[in-house]
């Protein structure tokens, strides 16, 4: 038997600017595991929690770097798998700061760690092979949008990235997500910065994302 009930833990946005990971550093690498000390109890707790990762995890690439073109180092993934965290998303703004490159690096460290990533897709194949984790006989299913991306993603890449002003992809993602899975949650990467007040273009997005079937966004 199984308890038929989850809780879900969404957080957000996880970045480190050049002064964290300079407290981080232990000389031969980075630790990010203090950071995550006094809120692991919680996110560990949850019976699924996801995060966005807000900068690409792409040292294989380059140094570690802070505003405005994050690199971040990936012993901070580490960091949030031991917290407890389940699903990571890709899907915002500052995905492509190191290049579409650095987004498949990062997708790469997450597959790696067979973790179930959103944002980032290799295809259409993947894109519609929804990260979906079953928990107490529930099946969640874990999708990502973004408002828009400091870089554009060139065509030339198989890469997708699925964009709001997209509404046709996005309705039937979430449709097809719902015939296969019992909850839907939306990792929505919108509005504005520096403000703690939703703008009409939120409102209205977050309206039709529920409307299509969308359980949590």
Same mark, same amino acid.
């Given at each position: 038997s199984y308890d038929n009930s989850i809780t879900i833990l969404g957080v957000g946005d996880n970045l480190a600017h050049e002064q964290g990971f *300079? +407290?981080?550093s232990t000389g031969s690498g980075y630790d990010f595991r203090p950071f995550y000390k006094n809120i692991k %109890? !919680? $996110?560990s707790s949850a019976d699924l929690a996801t995060v966005n990762q807000e @900068?690409? *995890?792409? +040292?294989? *690439?380059?140094?570690a770097s802070g505003y405005p073109h !994050?690199? @971040? %180092? +990936? /012993? &901070?993934?580490d960091a949030l798998i031991d917290a407890g965290f389940d699903v990571a998303n890709m899907g915002n703004n500052h995905m492509f700061d190191m290049g579409v490159d650095g987004a498949y690096v990062t997708r790469e460290y997450w597959d790696e760690k067979n973790i179930p990533c +959103?944002? !980032?897709y290799y295809g259409y194949d993947d894109l519609f092979d929804f990260r979906i984790v079953e928990k107490n006989g529930i099946k969640v299913a874990f999708l990502s949008f973004v408002e828009m991306t400091n870089d554009e993603l060139p065509s030339s890449y198989s890469a997708i990235v699925v964009y709001m002003n997209d509404p046709d992809l996005v309705r039937s &993602? $979430? /449709? /097809?997500?719902k015939e296969k899975a019992d $909850? #839907? #949650? #939306?990792h929505a990467h919108w509005g504005d910065e520096n403000t703690d007040v939703t703008n009409d273009y939120v409102y209205n997005e977050a309206q039709k994302l529920v409307g299509w079937g969308a359980d949590i966004a």
């Open positions: *300079l +407290t981080a %109890p !919680f $996110i @900068t690409p *995890l792409a +040292t294989a *690439l380059g140094s !994050f690199n @971040t %180092p +990936t /012993e &901070m993934g +959103t944002g !980032f &993602m $979430i /449709e /097809e997500a $909850i #839907v #949650v #939306v």
